[in-house]
């Protein structure tokens, strides 16, 4: 599976009449489960706010969508003396061959709203330098 497609998993607690309600308009064929409707809750809300959240992500200068950091863009980085910020609103991943010695010396600074993959150890070293 890509990685852009994996889903991360959320926990939410509910009042029992809130979830009656749910469970409501799915027996009534409205969602097919209450994970159904809870994503359509989320992407309705979304598109309500989508220009807020444009803004946003232009003022901030944020990547849209996914980041892919992969060793040889890490080293053509540290040769040529450069480091980066990682800022991604959705998914950010350093590729699993990358050690924490090179994260360190070309990420100065790591902003996810979202998810970020990376190996273990490179997270652990990144940890004082992430927000």
Not at 4 to 28: F, H, S, Y
Not at 39 to 54: C, D, G, K, Y
Request: charged share 30%; hydrophobic share 45%; aromatic share 4%.
């Amino acid at each position: 599976m890509a990685e852009v497609d994996r889903t991360e998993k959320i926990t939410i607690n509910l009042g029992p009449v809130d979830l009656g309600q749910i469970d409501l308009l799915v027996d009534e064929g409205f969602y097919t489960n209450r994970t159904d409707f809870i994503r359509t809750a989320i992407r309705r809300q979304l598109e309500v706010t989508a220009v807020a959240v444009s803004d946003t992500v232009a003022r901030r200068t944020l990547v849209l969508g996914s980041q892919h950091v992969t060793r040889r863009e890490l080293e053509e980085l540290r040769d040529t003396g450069r480091t980066i910020e990682l800022r991604v609103l959705g998914l950010a991943t350093i590729a699993d061959d990358v050690d924490p010695e090179l994260a360190l010396a070309t990420i100065v600074r790591v902003e996810v709203l979202g998810a970020f993959r990376a190996p273990r150890a490179v997270k652990a070293a990144l940890a004082t330098r992430t927000t």
